[in-house]
């Protein structure tokens, strides 16, 4: 086993329904928009991976602010404004680390394993869930790949692909904790094995193709130990 790859958002923190979706509706707010994102709403969202894609996707079907003609300028100002709200309700401690998460990084430091995270999210947002929730000494164990570090994102294998070419891994000898289909046929694509940890929204989802299926870290017995005996 050479590294150990979290997805961010539902795997190191339950962030979608708390902390995401609450920083839109705020956002919308805040810039006069009459749109709200309901628990329901955000969770058929999810299923279009990346916070702008999800917002073009929202207006496409339910129609564009006629008082903000340019689309793309609408997108970045909300984008850049939820961004802010989010990384206060983290500073806030907000959304506590999923069960077991601390424990785990530990064990991978402990061990010399390559620690990473790979998410669709807004990198500023994706580094102060690591520097803040996980701590300083950990978070310089960990290298951040998130946002717009690559074109095609997740279930497309490209930023799983951009760790392991960056930290010069081998596929098949990396484990990625993941929560959702779209991050597990990413992390599949790629080469990588999967253990799928389900946050709030994720219950109902296709884990076909996970190497193990657990309701967290600690409920599910997993540690380095048992990654090891995944990728044999």
């Given at each position: ?209 996970a190497d193990k299926v657990v309701a967290d ?16």
């Open positions: 086993m050479q590294a150990l790859i979290f997805d961010c958002d539902g795997v190191l923190v339950d962030t979608e329904r708390d902390g995401h979706r609450v920083a839109f509706n705020e956002a919308f707010a805040a810039l006069g928009l009459d749109t709200v994102w309901s628990v329901e709403r955000y969770g058929e969202l999810l299923l279009t991976a990346g916070g702008k894609e999800r917002m073009r996707r929202h207006f496409d079907e339910t129609g564009w602010p006629e008082s903000h003609p340019d689309r793309d300028a609408l997108i970045q100002s909300i984008h850049k404004l939820k961004t802010e709200i989010f990384m206060r309700l983290i500073r806030e401690g907000r959304m506590p680390l999923r069960p077991g998460v601390a424990r785990i990084v530990d064990e991978a430091i402990a061990n010399g394993i390559t620690l990473a995270v790979c998410s669709t999210s807004n990198e500023k947002a994706v580094q102060a869930v690591v520097d803040v929730m996980l701590g300083a000494e950990r978070s310089k164990h960990i290298t951040v790949f998130a946002g717009d570090a690559v074109a095609a994102k997740k279930p497309a294998p490209d930023i799983y692909n951009l760790a392991a070419t960056t930290l010069k891994l081998t596929p098949g000898h990396c484990m990625v904790i993941e929560d959702s289909n779209n991050g597990l046929r990413a992390a599949k694509a790629a080469g990588m094995r999967c253990i799928v940890t389900i946050s709030s929204y994720t219950g109902e989802e296709d884990f076909a193709l870290l600690d409920a599910g017995g997993v540690d380095i130990a048992a990654c090891r005996a995944v990728i044999g």
